[in-house]
Nanobody, 123 residues
């Protein structure tokens, strides 16, 4: 069992930056790929970014490529999402997730989820 807790959300203005953190406990953190997803009401959960267990491989959604950076610290069991040049359309509840099998974009493949944290970007 892996427990995930997100932190760092909040309200910012367009163009500003924010860093989300996901703290893990239990399980073997360094055996899981870690990802961030986001969701707005009445829409499906959307892939944002994923990082491999080693931290050497990352993938991003087109909408955030070049603005967001995902990273992890296996010693601290933390996964961060640095979000720069935020836009109002980045407003969502952000979730971190763990997957033992791969680096997919399908939320159905992920084994563990955090409770989610709100990010609001005002124009």
């Amino acid at each position: 069992q892996v427990q995930l807790v997100e932190s760092g959300g909040g309200l910012v203005q367009a163009g500003e930056s924010l860093t989300l953190s996901c703290a893990a406990s239990g399980g073997d953190f360094d055996r899981y790929s870690m990802a961030w997803f986001r969701q707005i009401p009445e829409k499906e959960r959307e892939f944002v970014a994923v990082v491999s267990w080693s931290g050497r491989i990352t993938y991003y959604a087109d909408a955030v490529e070049g603005r967001f950076t995902i990273s992890r610290d296996n010693a601290k069991k933390v996964t961060d999402l640095q979000m720069n040049q935020l836009k109002p359309e980045d407003t969502a509840v952000y979730y971190c997730a763990a997957d033992r099998e791969g680096l997919g974009e399908n939320p159905g493949n992920y084994d563990y989820w955090g409770q989610g944290i709100q990010v609001t970007v005002s124009s």
